[in-house]
């Protein structure tokens, strides 16, 4: 899925200026002004908390002149010049904003609004939904269904029936409000004597202000006051009225030296946002910010000396150090190596822990020029190789999987895996913040660590660890080590003091580190000649696509032009205009062709050429190039602590999005082979979450349901509409089938009308239906709403807990997604925890086994094998009984497997 977590875009300026005049004139001690800094970075600070962006800009408008002033001389004109006490808190509020971690943007000659309006754009058409923070009502204009506008200073939230019931136009139409009535504010003339009332019966009545100019004939007839000299007016102030337009018009085509890319979060620099604070006299926000003790003032940091830190290059040295491990029984563990990818990292270094501020780096493989003695790199291993593998010595680490992926890549099996500080804070609160050590640091420790770039620098220039000198190589590989072992100090007595969450840990996500190794490590075969061979069909495929396209618009144009597409589609092909854009042009976005391709053939052809493009560039050109010619196989990384609700996710390549229900997507599956003398086994959950309702619902009819064996949707299609089992029509079944797992998902009546294609009203009697039918479900929704509202936080069955900050918000949108995350993720996050509890009693059995099978992959309720041909059968005999045991449910936890020669045949 598409990340749901919006980019917050903030409208800097607005909010220096309004909070300049809105809150009281602070100053410091010196008398240096504080109040508008202290104002933004407020607002700034609840966007924070309450969005938790992943990507975020503050935007302020640079100084000097731009296209809106060589348009029009007197724009902005009767403004007063910036107060003194106002200038001198912008640059302070630049520093502030950049040491938070968030991107500043100024960008000479553009206004703040138009890099807000080309970003939003940018993130509409990258499927991400957007949030802008201002309080200016020209960005109403903005707005759409990926599109909002909050106001941290009213606590206004307005998505477009928001901009319609307070505007009295909806966003399409505020450019024509603008332009017609004008704007003191912003010095836009407007018509003369249109205010806001004749400007609303103007566009109310007739339309936009193209439609108002081709009908001055219709304008007398509206019932607004002096409707009968209201065309002379507009006639005689036409040009004036366009200029107002163009004025009043955001920009969203600016050439930005920043992408959606640049726009991602950083680290906070603590170190500066406590010069800052100080500076600033924010004594709150400082003491929040060193509540782990004062640092020194010239360091500007929590001080956590490095001073215990050795680097050892001495075998004596060496081997006091390693008994001291094993008597300790216990230590932070960690590697340092020449890449993130497990399958091409080399080891350059280990480094460990046994109490605080006590760390060691034994560097093996540090080759810059000049560079002294170390230790041999297989002496070393060989001396810790009956230490890493012995399961009694508990090892600590931050995302261990990584480090034994690296170690198994020179004969090593990391065992013991008791701790990983990654783990326990995920498990602890999954979106409680980052997962990352340097997050972590901050957040638990108060400690900014040496960042990476720090010692190796950025870009095409940065260094790998084996060229980074050994002094600062010991400090940062030390450092790692001992904040690691700190952080499990000061996490898992916060876990073991909620003994559920501590049970998720250590029955559920620890033992699944190995397992999810051994998966990676053990990577599928793909046919990458069957993949290109489908690039060069696909690539064909989307020619003749494209010349159909051609073909029904009677002309050649660039299909991944939007301007050119809506041309033909709403100009030349009449088309009908479901949705506008922001500034009223017709929309050609997926979901709009979507519905269109419903009734017209070329929306069609446009879809098919879009979904063809992607499986191209996403799966068959890419995936051929990511197959290692060292094992001629795919290695995905499984990711834990990245899903808020427990599920799994996997990178490099995603082996979660790959197509199952078009013919193109399955052929990308049939490349998924076994290699010769092997076959392909999958088994699969059916149903899961669906079962799981019935057995937290424990609703009667859902459980006799499932207990009998029944086709679900077809005894659902049953209970709503009345008929027996054999009456229910296919149409009646896939209709259940969407409401059944539509509900599962907080869908509303809203959207299972457009999903079904039926009116609202009928899609709300289907779910008046349902409800009347399985009342247990309905009850366990609205307990479910209710307890999450009184805790803060739903739980799986087996305990694992997601919290919802914004379970209790004020703002009316945030609340009921909270509520349909509450409804749902119980339902999902069970259904992770049980195929995860699978996964590690199949890997469990795959060790004591014969069978000579591996398990390749796991695909959201899915398990991959790969088995010796001869022996399927007693794999899916076996696999089936473990996977189904996995949890007990109060319905039966069904499990279907199938065999083929490649993902497809077997799925």
């Not at 107060?83 to 000479?108: H, K, S, W």
């Not at 980074?468 to 916060?494: F, K, N």
Request: glycine share 8%; hydrophobic share 40%; charged share 25%.
């Amino acid at each position: 899925m598409p990340d749901q977590t919006p980019i917050v875009l903030v409208d800097g300026s607005s909010y220096l200026y309004r909070a300049f005049h809105a809150l009281p004139p602070l100053a410091t001690s010196s008398g240096q002004p504080t109040g508008a800094v202290r104002g933004v970075a407020s607002m700034l600070r609840k966007l924070l908390v309450d969005y938790r962006p992943t990507h975020m800009a503050v935007v302020f408008d640079a100084k000097g002149k731009t296209f809106r002033d060589e348009l029009f001389e007197q724009y902005k004109a009767q403004r007063p010049p910036m107060p003194d006490e106002l200038r001198a808190q912008v640059e302070p509020l630049y520093r502030l904003v950049t040491a938070m971690g968030l991107p500043l943007i100024v960008e000479e000659g553009v206004e703040a609004d138009d890099v807000i309006g080309t970003l939003a754009l940018q993130a509409g058409k990258a499927g991400r939904s957007v949030v802008i923070s201002t309080g200016d009502k020209d960005m109403a204009q903005l707005v759409n269904e990926h599109v909002t506008l909050v106001n941290t200073m009213t606590g206004s939230v307005l998505g477009p029936d928001g901009v319609l019931e307070k505007f009295g136009v909806p966003p399409a139409l505020i450019i024509d409000l603008l332009a017609l009535m004008g704007d003191k504010i912003d010095n836009i003339p407007g018509v003369p004597g249109v205010g806001e009332k004749t400007a609303l019966g103007l566009l109310q009545g007739i339309g936009s202000m193209t439609e108002i100019y081709d009908n001055l004939d219709k304008v007398p007839e509206l019932a607004i006051r002096g409707a009968r000299t209201l065309p002379k007016k507009l006639e005689e102030h036409r040009e004036q009225a366009l200029l107002s337009y163009q004025l009043a018009t955001i920009k969203t085509d600016c050439a930005l030296k920043e992408t959606l890319d640049d726009l991602a979060l950083v680290e906070p620099d603590r170190a500066a946002l406590i010069e800052q604070y100080r500076e600033l006299e924010f004594k709150g926000w400082l003491a929040e910010l060193l509540e782990d003790g004062e640092a020194p003032e010239e360091a500007g940091v929590a001080a956590i000396s490095r001073d215990g830190y050795v680097t050892i290059t001495d075998e004596a040295e060496l081997a006091a150090w390693l008994r001291r491990l094993r008597d300790a029984g216990e230590f932070a563990f960690d590697t340092e190596t020449t890449s993130l990818d497990y399958m091409q990292a080399e080891l350059v270094g280990l480094s460990f822990a046994i109490t605080p501020g006590e760390a060691a780096y034994v560097p093996v493989a540090h080759d810059y020029p000049g560079a002294p003695d170390q230790l041999d790199r297989e002496a070393v291993l060989a001396a810790f190789k009956p230490l890493l593998e012995d399961e009694a010595i508990r090892k600590i680490g931050q995302n261990l999987k990584y480090d034994a992926n690296v170690l198994a890549g020179y004969g090593i099996t990391l065992r013991g895996i008791e701790y990983d500080t990654m783990l326990e804070s995920y498990v602890l609160d999954s979106v409680g913040s980052r997962h990352d050590m340097d997050s972590l640091a901050l957040k638990y420790l108060g400690h900014r660590t040496i960042a990476f770039q720090d010692i190796a620098g950025k870009g095409a220039k940065q260094l790998t660890f084996n060229q980074i000198a050994l002094e600062e190589a010991g400090a940062y590989a030390s450092e790692d080590a001992d904040i690691t072992l700190r952080l499990h100090q000061a996490i898992w007595p916060r876990l073991q003091a909620q003994p559920s969450l501590e049970k998720v840990f250590r029955e559920i996500e620890i033992p699944l580190v190995p397992v999810l190794s051994r998966i990676e490590r053990n990577g599928c075969y793909v046919d990458a000649d069957m993949l290109r061979r489908q690039s060069q069909e696909l690539a064909k495929k989307m020619a003749a696509l494209e010349a159909e396209a051609h073909r029904i618009a009677g002309r050649p144009f660039n299909l991944n032009s939007t301007k050119q597409l809506a041309e033909i589609l709403y100009e030349e092909q009449q088309l009908p205009v479901i949705k506008k854009t922001p500034k009223g042009a017709p929309s050609t976005a997926e979901p709009v062709l979507a519905e269109l391709a419903l009734e017209y053939e070329l929306p069609s052809v446009i879809m098919a050429h879009r979904t063809m493009n992607k499986l191209k560039s996403t799966y068959t050109d890419k995936l051929p190039e990511m197959i290692r010619p060292r094992t001629g196989r795919l290695h995905t990384s499984y990711h834990q602590a990245v899903a808020a609700t427990g599920r799994l996710s996997s990178s490099d390549p995603n082996l979660q999005n790959i197509p199952v229900r078009t013919e193109e997507g399955r052929r990308i599956r049939q490349a998924f082979r076994a290699p010769g003398g092997r076959c392909i086994v999958a088994a699969d959950y059916s149903q899961i979450e669906l079962r799981i309702m019935a057995h937290l619902s424990g609703d009667q009819g859902l459980l006799d349901a499932f207990s009998q064996g029944l086709d679900i949707h077809r005894a659902t299609a049953a209970e709503v509409w009345g008929r027996s089992l054999d009456e229910v029509s296919d149409d009646e079944r896939r209709n259940a089938k969407a409401i059944n797992f539509g509900l599962i998902y907080g869908m509303s009546a809203f959207g299972l009308a457009k999903q079904l294609g039926v009116p609202r009203g009928e899609a709300q009697d289907y779910i008046n239906r349902y409800f009347e039918r399985y009342p247990g479900v309905r009850a366990y929704m609205d307990n479910t709403r209710q307890q999450a509202a009184e805790a803060g936080y739903v739980e799986t069955l087996f305990g694992r807990r997601l919290y919802l900050p914004e379970i209790n918000s004020r703002n009316g949108a945030m609340r009921q997604a909270a509520e349909r995350t509450a409804i749902n993720a119980p339902m999902q996050g069970t259904a992770a925890d049980i195929i995860k509890r699978a996964m590690i009693k199949v890997d469990q059995w795959l060790a004591s086994t014969d069978i000579d099978a591996l398990m390749i992959m796991q695909v959201h309720d899915e398990l991959v094998f790969e088995v010796a041909t001869g022996q399927e059968q007693a794999l899916i005999e076996e696999i089936t009984v473990l996977m189904s045991d996995a949890a007990t449910l109060r319905v039966p936890l069904v499990v279907e497997a199938g065999v083929g020669a490649n993902w497809d045949e077997a799925h």
